[in-house]
């Protein structure tokens, strides 16, 4: 008996003592940051193309909602309504480029240019994306009826970074504002006016 005791008493002394782990091992940590990393630089390129895409359906929609403002305004009051691109935000610019912002006047003598403050000005997408005229038009008029003279007018809406995304507000004669895709034709121009 003695001899059997002494015998488990030999067994619990050799058996190697085991404690429990508590958290991960550093290889496991690094592991986890490795796959982490991974996953984030396969998400950042259809991210990035995500927002660019969302900044310019926003840029068309701020337009198309403007140019339906300045059309409704040019009905309701009477008067000839003109919508034009500024750098300053009192004046109409001669330029094509719209990025640096717009603005909504009446223009009564028909100079191209508010007569007094503008109702409403718009800021700009400079730096951010291109918003250029298709057709070198630098302004559009609309007139008591609601029509819009001259030729129909197409801005171009692109992103420096993304040549694949580009869209379009278009203005028809009638007065109608509508977005659209822009062709391949369009989007190469959008792209060479960068």
Not at 6 to 24: D, L, S, T, W, Y
Not at 74 to 82: N, W
Not at 84 to 101: I, L, Y
Request: charged letters at 20%; one cysteine or more; hydrophobic letters at 40%.
């Amino acid at each position: 008996m003695a001899n059997r005791h002494h015998v488990e008493a030999r067994k619990q002394r050799i058996r190697p003592v085991r404690h429990r782990q508590n958290g991960a091992s550093l290889i496991e940590q690094i592991m986890v940051l490795v796959i982490i990393a991974s996953l984030a630089g396969m998400a950042t390129p259809p991210l990035r193309k995500m927002l660019t895409h969302s900044q310019i359906q926003t840029a068309q929609s701020d337009f198309m909602s403007a140019l339906r403002h300045a059309r409704e305004t040019a009905i309701t009051t009477g008067k000839q309504t003109l919508f034009c691109p500024t750098v300053d935000r009192a004046h109409c610019s001669e330029a094509v480029r719209w990025d640096t912002g717009w603005l909504l006047a009446h223009d009564a003598d028909m100079d191209n240019q508010p007569d007094g403050a503008p109702i409403y000005t718009g800021s700009g997408y400079a730096g951010k994306l291109a918003v250029v005229s298709s057709n070198g038009k630098r302004f559009v008029r609309f007139h008591p009826d609601g029509s819009a003279s001259g030729s129909n007018l197409t801005l171009l809406f692109c992103s420096p970074s993304n040549t694949d995304n580009v869209l379009a507000v278009v203005i028809a004669n009638s007065g109608r504002v509508r977005g659209a895709s822009a062709t391949a034709d369009q989007a190469a121009g959008c792209a060479q006016a960068r």
